[in-house]
């Protein structure tokens, strides 16, 4: 598996990792009983903090798609909820496709697509459902 | 807490003459973390370091070190046997070769671990034979790296560690640091190289004329610092946004730019009822919020 952390953007290192993991389990990269790297390789490997790696394996062993075994490593459970969200991402991506089309068709360059996506995405949730 | 901390210090001050180098720090940094401590040149890191190892006699205020009073002569002798300490020039005796060097300083020490002695200096390459005083800066500095590396402090105290260090020197250092902590070791690391601080580093201090204007975890100042560039038809009051968790304004014709350590959605809120023509809001790096906090002092 490969994961790469954007030490730069306006989200914590642990919840890049947790995302990336999540994500790889949905798409199938990461497979029902496959190990994760140990807390220390993974922090060397991606030259994290090692408690970067343990606050993000421990949270996905809270929602249940890790499982930490003591002494020996940490294992991916992926259960049939994850497999619908792989197509709940699918469709989401098509969504997303699609809306982009119709952007750039309005004439918005890419840069402009990009800078609203960003900036609509760091919108409290409070605050856009106000709106 | 106190158990939590490796490092306390309490109103810890010091006076050079008339210069008051560091002006009352409080400074707690918590065990089994990795602890960046920034400020510019003379902002009163190596004093501070200094304080703590008992190098430098405070003016006033008190402190610890893994529960051992750094003002207390023999708490003192105590706690540097547990800890390893990197200084920033990176003393070293330079008619002794590389390898003598090292068998000196492991004599000392009965937390020695030849294993990792054996590793760095492979991924040093440091010439075994060669005279300390005929090696470059970066060498000498992997050398110095090398002899705290390879002891099993509590806690690691390093003063600019990546100092004349080239990009694969650098990589090998982290990963140093990074292995070390896994071990459980704490870490406290000054530097000036933010890009690496901000991979590595649990927790950020930065400290400015002797004073720390930020404590928080690199989690937090990636969550809640933000930037928010707001244009309006016609500019509303710069007071009007002066709320709690904005450090800084700034404005040019109808933009506005403010930079917030939290609180963003109510600078955001403030702006829909200031009937902002556009809200635009980014992460802050931590170069930005080093700069703007430094700045703005």
Redesign the interface.
């Known amino acids: 598996m490969f994961l790469k ?1 954007t ?8 919840l890049q990792l947790m995302q990336q993991i999540r994500h790889a389990a949905e798409t199938g990269a990461l497979k029902d009983g496959d190990q994760l790297p140990g ?2 390789t993974l ?2 490997e991606l ?6 790696v343990v606050k993000a394996y421990s949270e996905l062993e809270h929602e249940g798609l890790l499982e930490l075994r003591h002494g020996s490593g940490a294992f991916v459970c992926v259960k049939r909820r994850t497999r619908s969200l792989a197509d709940q991402m699918q469709d989401a991506r098509r969504r997303i496709r699609d809306l982009i089309e119709r952007l750039r068709d309005d004439g918005l360059l890419e840069e402009e697509i990009r ?1 609203a996506f ?2 609509e995405l ?3 949730a ?2 856009v459902r106000k ?1 | 807490m106190t158990n939590d901390n490796v490092i306390v210090t309490q109103a810890l001050r010091k006076f050079y003459g008339t210069m008051e180098a560091v002006r009352g720090l409080h400074l707690s940094v918590g065990r089994n973390r990795i602890t960046a401590f920034l400020g510019r040149n003379g902002a009163g890191k190596s004093t501070t370091i200094k304080m703590l190892l008992g190098m430098v006699r405070p003016s006033a205020g008190t402190g610890t070190v893994l529960g051992k009073q750094i003002t207390d002569a023999e708490e003192n002798r105590e706690l540097r046997r547990r800890v390893a300490y990197v200084a920033e020039d990176k003393p070293l005796y330079g008619y002794m070769t590389v390898e003598q060097t090292i068998r000196f300083v492991r004599s000392f020490y009965c937390d020695w671990r030849a294993d990792i002695e054996k590793r760095l200096l492979q991924d040093y390459e440091l010439p075994l034979h060669r005279k300390v005083n005929t090696l470059s800066k970066g060498m000498r500095t992997k050398l110095s790296l090398l002899l705290a590396f390879a002891r099993c402090p509590e806690l690691m105290i390093v003063d600019e560690p990546s100092e004349g260090l080239d990009p694969v020197a650098i990589e090998h250092l982290l990963q140093a640091l990074v292995a070390r902590s896994a071990e459980g070791v704490s870490v406290f690391f000054s530097s000036h190289r933010i890009a690496e601080v901000e991979r590595v580093a649990d927790q950020v201090c930065i400290l400015e004329k002797g004073r720390l204007l930020v404590d928080a975890s690199m989690d937090e100042l990636r969550q809640f610092y933000r930037r928010i560039d707001l244009v309006f038809s016609s500019l509303p009051p710069e007071c009007e946004f002066q709320i709690s968790g904005v450090e800084r304004i700034q404005t040019s014709g109808r933009q506005m730019c403010v930079f917030a350590s939290s609180n963003a959605d109510a600078v955001i809120q403030r702006a829909h009822e200031w009937n902002a023509v556009s809200v635009e809001v980014a992460p802050v790096g931590l170069r930005e919020i080093f700069l703007k906090t430094v700045e703005g002092n």
């Open positions: 952390l030490p730069t953007t306006g989200q914590p290192l642990y807390i220390r922090a060397e030259l994290v903090s090692p408690n970067t800078r960003e900036a760091l919108y409290p409070e605050v709106r």
